[in-house]
């Protein structure tokens, strides 16, 4: 499961770190610390004329034949081992629309009882440098308005060592090596891309608990990420 992520980052630094055309116009995006589904994410995705480059897409996808947005409020996730043959996603699938998910990393929270009524956020992120995860994206006309929507999906896989204590699903985060692949800029087969999608090695992660008010939406800013004591580490 991954349902909130967080961007910080410069985006000039961002551009650089991924290489973007050099034409590409910057995305309008904001520093957010608490980022739910249905908010603008940003994506990098090869373009038709097969530059690299970066664009805003809701996050939850939302497939072509959805009769309105509510679609996107389940659609945020994608299971590794089944999206390929599910109605939602199958279509972004067999069209080559994946692309890359920009964060400085995301939430996830643990159970302290049984039945899951206390639980205890943690802040994950990258060793070093930006989280990148996997992900598709869909286009989608408003049946009303006729307005196009940017859509996007997080491919999730089963947790490595680390994360599995936490839960029993993480986001699929790619290496810089596997980016040309997965936007195609290089060649694979289907089974060298699905191949990508398995968790990250432990040893790249940082896992570290934070206060409960990231759990509200309208909270935001880098204290949300602020280490709490030591009392709910492990590791």
Known sequence: MCGRVRLSSDYSEIKIKFK?????PAPNF????????????????????????PKMMRWGLLPHWAKD???????FNARSEEFATKPAFKNAW?????RLVVTDGFYEWKKLDPAGKKKQPYAIAMIQGLMVMAGL????????????????????CAPNAVMGELHDRMPVILMDS???????EEPASEEELLALLKPCPDDVLRI??????????RNNGPQLVKPMDAEFAFG
Do not use: H
């Open 94 to 98: 067999t069209k080559r629309q994946r």
């Open 178 to 184: 596997d980016w040309p692949k997965w936007l195609g």
């Open 69 to 75: 947005e509510k679609t996107a409020y389940s659609t």
């Open 208 to 217: 570290w608990p934070v206060d409960k008010a990231v759990g509200n939406v």
């Open 137 to 156: 994206w869909e286009k989608w006309k408003d049946p009303k308005s006729g307005s196009e929507v940017l859509s996007c999906t997080v491919l999730t």
């Open 20 to 24: 973007f055309d050099l034409d590409a």
């Open 30 to 53: 904001a520093v957010d610390w608490n980022k739910p589904p249905t908010a603008p994410m940003l994506v990098a995705l090869r373009s038709e004329d097969g530059k690299r480059i």
